[in-house]
């Protein structure tokens, strides 16, 4: 029973998807807020991505979105970024900007889809004023030694004075041979962490670009850089430790550079997050709570006010995707099954077999049920369908949600992987 009276909730909140125009409702609905997520299911089924984009567009020009923030590594994301801004030293075309995307697993920013919406984003931002200017930032926490680097070129070509502490801090970390469980058990197990070398860096940048008044945002690449630098060095730590400290790690980290660009930004300047599901919709309303983690989604709101963010979670019933079956391992077109019976996406399928968009109100309350969500991260295992399934009260968990009944995997670009 149900089952049935979810099903007939489903078929008279949502609206069923024909063409891009049919994204007006979510656009609508964000009205004057400052931060949108947008989500996905995983990180390779094309229409996740296709649907971002048409959505990311329409809140550029209509809403006068800023930036956009990604799970994504800060130096390559800043290639992109410098590549749609036109400037003098910027990779020629779409395809090379992208070519920094060559640590595994590539093919989540590596893509033709990605290219589609570059190819855009550097349209649009021509003819632009500097601070008009759309950007592109990744806010993860994985680029350790690629920060350091990029930190220590700048400094090196602007003849900095702070030189000698950002190479001080590299120091510390090379000699681990950029392995990060190696450097993890080192400073977790022998008191041989860099740390404190880090965050002196990081207040040592992040002064003197406020003391400047610095709106270069060669400044910020050096600021979110060292940041990197700092809470991976954490990250790394708690990763050989285990428990849930790493993810909210993690999860803290993104949401402090969010803050960060935000802020150089201006204070009202608006921002829209590409990230999985798992890190943008409300961990509140998961079984991750329960195991405590906390997430992007949750965070954003306790730290904005519910007010100002608006979560748009995706799904699919069943399809292709691009992953692999270990990390690290050879990419795959892999077959998504049939959402398993009972789970959210089995009921968005029995509630009419299309592509449908749900607005979240306060009346739906008999949507208001733990069921199991699909959730696919880059290694995948479709015959462990169970464990793919996180309890989720949608519409606490986002505030609309995009269904996709039958998805393609995405097309990555061919380019070499490197292992680290």
């Known amino acids: 029973m149900q089952d049935e009276e979810i099903i007939l909730e489903i078929q008279r909140t949502s609206t069923r998807i024909k063409t891009m125009d049919d994204l007006d409702k979510i656009v609508q609905a964000v009205g004057d807020r400052e931060i949108v997520l947008l989500g996905e299911a995983s990180h390779g089924t ?3 991505y296709t649907l971002r984009a048409e959505i990311t567009k329409r809140l550029i020009q209509e809403k006068g979105f800023s930036f956009i923030a990604v799970e994504g590594d800060w130096p390559s994301c800043f290639t992109l970024n410098r590549y749609i801004k036109h400037k003098a030293d910027a990779p020629s075309n779409a395809r090379e900007a992208l070519k920094d995307f060559n640590r595994w697993p590539t093919w989540m920013w590596a893509n033709e889809e990605v290219v589609d919406l570059t190819q855009w984003l550097h349209e649009y931002n021509k003819n632009k004023k500097d601070k008009d200017q759309i950007g592109f930032y990744g806010i993860d926490v994985y680029s350790l030694w690629e920060s350091m680097e990029e930190i220590i070129r700048h400094l090196t070509e602007i003849d900095s004075p702070d030189l000698a502490i950002a190479q001080k801090a590299f120091e510390c ?101 590409w ?75 029995q509630a009419g077999d299309h592509d449908k968009v749900i607005i979240f109100d306060e009346e739906s309350k008999v949507l208001h049920q733990p069921l199991g969500h699909r959730a696919i991260g880059v290694v995948y295992h479709p015959h462990y369908e169970r464990g793919n399934y996180v309890p989720s009260i949608l519409p606490s968990r986002y505030d609309a949600f995009i269904y996709v009944d039958q998805s393609r995997a995405l097309k990555p670009l061919k380019l070499p992987v490197m292992y680290y």
Request: with cysteine.
């Open 275 to 349: 990230e999985h599901n798992t890190h943008i919709g409300d961990a509140r309303a998961t079984d991750m709570a329960a195991d405590g983690m906390v997430n992007v989604g949750q965070l954003v709101r306790e730290k904005f006010g519910q007010e100002q963010v608006y979560a748009v979670g995706f799904g699919t019933y069943q399809g292709t995707v691009i992953a692999s079956d270990k990390w690290g391992g050879d990419i795959e077109v892999m077959k998504v099954p049939q959402a398993i019976s009972g789970s959210w996406e089995a009921l968005l399928h």
């Open 46 to 48: 094309s229409e996740f």
């Open 173 to 273: 970390f090379e000699p681990h041979g950029r392995e990060p469980q190696a450097y993890g058990v080192s400073a977790s197990f022998l008191s041989e962490g860099c740390e404190e070398e880090g965050v002196n860096l990081l207040l040592t940048l992040q002064e003197k670009r406020k003391a400047s008044g610095s709106q270069d945002e060669l400044s910020l690449n050096d600021e979110i850089n060292a940041l990197v630098a700092v809470n991976a060095e954490r990250y790394y730590q708690s990763m050989v430790r285990g428990g849930p400290d790493s993810w909210n790690i993690r999860d803290r980290h993104m949401v402090e550079a969010l803050s960060r660009i935000k802020a150089f930004h201006g204070p009202h300047a608006k921002a829209i997050v």
